[in-house]
C-alpha cells in the first residue's frame, strides 16, 4: 500500500480548492486568470491552509473554469461554491476562516454571472 505523506488512511480530501491558472496568448481577445496573478493567489492559499493545519483541504491549480473575464475563478468541492477571487490577503483569509475552516459561505466572494446574451 502507498504511504500517505500527510498520514491519511485513504485517499481524498475534506474540502478541495480549484483556482484557474489557465493562459491565453496576449492577443487572445479574451481574459485569463493567469494574467491576473492566479499562481500566486494559488500559493499564497496554499500556505495559509497549511499554516493553519487544514491537512484535509487540498489547494491546486484547475485549468481553465471558464469564467476568467469576471476575475480569478475558483470553485470549492464537495460544496460546488464558486467564487471570484480578488487576490486580496482580506479575501483569502476570510475564505479560509470562515469557508475552510467552518463552512460558512463567503457570499461577497461569490461568482455572479450574467445570464443576459445582451439582446
Known amino acids: 500500500m502507498v504511504q500517505d505523506p500527510k498520514g491519511r488512511g485513504e485517499p481524498g480530501f475534506d474540502k478541495h480548492v480549484f483556482i484557474c491558472g489557465h493562459q491565453r496568448a496576449p492577443e487572445n481577445p479574451r481574459e485569463s486568470c493567469n494574467a491576473k496573478n492566479s499562481l500566486e493567489v494559488i500559493r499564497t492559499l496554499k500556505i495559509m491552509t497549511k499554516k493553519a493545519g487544514l491537512n484535509e483541504v487540498r489547494v491546486q491549480k484547475s485549468g481553465c473554469l471558464d469564467f476568467c473575464d469576471n476575475g480569478i475563478s475558483c470553485v470549492i468541492y464537495p460544496e460546488a461554491t464558486w467564487y471570484t477571487l480578488d487576490g486580496s490577503q482580506e479575501q483569502l483569509t476570510r475564505i479560509l476562516e ?18 443576459d446574451s445582451g439582446e
Not at 470562515?98 to 445570464?115: D, F, P, R, W, Y
Open 98 to 115: 470562515e469557508h475552510l475552516k467552518n463552512g460558512i459561505i463567503v457570499e461577497n466572494a461569490l461568482m455572479n454571472i450574467s445570464t
